[in-house]
């Protein structure tokens, strides 16, 4: 969609624009101010954000249980849907992106699996920035999904470095997802 000529004058270039922003305030103020502007000044309900937002979701959900979509496209695609989940912040949210994590482990090629293993265990200093799929879960009070995540995150970087396929990168996911779990009293 084109967001550099167009103006942001209606609800569906509004939805377009919110959701081709991955759901975002900050992507879309940071990439196109201007078009951010108009947008906040149509005044958009948050419910209707929100409701914007499960669609895209649902959108990443669907193509993640697809046997058409591109296994090399999984992590992305995954990846994206985890986002959307932290921007929710929800119990519904999070069981969905656990059950589609589950589902498709066995899909996922050797390389990408490391870096659906960093997308479980947060981007960022995990003493600075408690993000990504384990501390969500654990602060929506779902530790069960929270050392579930956990072990999923360990056995995807395990067999990953057992393949030889970026064996340093897989050790740093392998201690953050350990320290993770010192932290919250999984190990």
């Known amino acids: 969609m084109d967001f550099e000529n167009r103006p942001i004058d209606s609800i569906e270039r509004a939805k377009a624009f919110f959701r081709a922003m991955g759901c975002s305030h900050f992507h879309m103020g940071r990439e196109y101010p201007q078009r951010y502007e ?26 993640l249980r697809s046997s058409a979509t591109e296994p090399g496209r999984l992590w992305w695609r995954h990846s994206r849907a985890a986002d959307l989940v932290q921007q929710l912040s929800v119990e519904d949210a999070l069981e969905l992106i656990h059950e589609v994590t589950e589902e498709i482990v066995d899909r996922l090629p050797l390389r990408t699996k490391v870096i659906v293993a960093e997308t479980i265990n947060g981007r960022g200093m995990i003493e600075y920035r408690h993000t990504g799929l384990v501390f969500l879960a654990h602060r929506l009070g779902r530790p069960d999904l929270a050392k579930r995540f956990s072990e999923i995150s360990l056995a995807l970087s395990l067999s990953a ?14 201690e953050t997802c350990r320290e993770i779990r010192r932290m919250l009293g999984f190990a």
């Not at 005044?43 to 499960?54: A, D, G, M, Q």
């Not at 470095?161 to 392998?174: F, L, M, S, T, W």
């Open 161 to 174: 470095k057992d393949a030889g396929i970026e064996p340093e990168r897989c050790d740093r996911a392998i």
């Open 38 to 63: 108009e947008y906040q000044s149509l005044s958009i309900p948050k419910r209707l954000e929100r409701e914007w937002t499960y669609e895209a979701l649902y959108g990443h959900i669907d193509a």
